[in-house]
């Protein structure tokens, strides 16, 4: 399975502010996605992250709020702009891994739980 | 009709017993099928897949794959406190090319 790091771990930020989370694997992938999970709630499709061309956003997502950054195929960027408290939950960072013994499984990050004050 | 539903728990269990948690879904060209076990505060971990209508065993772990009834079941045999967390099903939607996830169950196994 792919190893998945995220950068923050946690942070707590103001309201109107933006903050980027990073993702990074030991492997190169094909497929990467954002998830969100709010307090409670099951976890969320944000949209994924297409290397060399633009992110594809989930209904209720949108670039304006959300962009995503996918220079390469081991790394990702997901902004959170002008935050709400509403917008905190935690973000986690997803990869696909496609293999004769291990078809379409997805592998998660440690998550970015992201407080909004 | 929700995409992917599971019962919400909590489903408490005495140390030692079978745990079994239960899927429904709805897209009926879905061909992967995943357990993830969610520990509170922690990311998911993807601990069972199943392809195939039947059985798969992993340890004290089970998966049931019924395509026709579209179920998708997990057994944990010789429940542990450890094994407290919320269980996620999610099923491979190959019509949208994303995995959809259930609400989870929470399992709570007490000693």
């Known amino acids: 399975s792919a190893v998945i790091s995220q950068k923050p771990s946690r942070d707590i930020c103001q309201r109107g502010t933006s903050l980027t989370i990073q993702c990074q694997v030991d492997?190169?992938?094909?497929?990467m996605f954002w998830y969100r999970q709010q307090p409670g709630q099951s976890l969320t499709l944000i949209a994924t992250a297409n290397q060399g061309s633009e992110a594809t956003y989930e209904s209720g997502f949108v670039i304006d709020k959300f962009p995503i950054s996918r220079p390469n195929l081991t790394f990702s960027t997901l902004t959170v702009s002008n935050m709400s408290p509403e917008d905190s939950s935690i973000y986690l960072c997803?990869?696909?891994?496609?293999?004769?013994?291990?078809?379409?499984?997805?592998?998660f990050g440690p998550g970015t739980r992201l407080t909004v004050l | 009709q929700k995409e992917v539903e599971q019962n919400s728990g909590p489903l408490s269990v005495p140390e030692g017993a079978i745990a079994s948690l239960n899927c429904t879904y709805s897209?009926?060209?879905?061909?992967?099928f995943f357990w993830y076990r969610q520990y509170s505060g922690k990311s998911p971990e993807l601990i069972m897949s199943?392809?195939?209508?039947g059985d798969k065993e992993d340890g004290r772990f089970t998966a049931q794959l019924n395509k026709a009834s579209q179920y998708v079941s997990l057994l944990i045999r010789d429940s542990q406190p450890s094994d407290s967390a919320t269980y996620l099903c999610a099923v491979f939607s190959g019509g949208y090319n994303k995995l959809i996830f259930g609400a989870g169950t929470r399992l709570a196994v007490h000693p």
């Open positions: 492997s190169q992938v094909t497929m």
């Open positions: 997803s990869v696909r891994s496609t293999s004769p013994s291990s078809t379409d499984t997805q592998y």
């Open positions: 897209d009926r060209g879905s061909q992967s």
């Open positions: 199943i392809y195939s209508n």
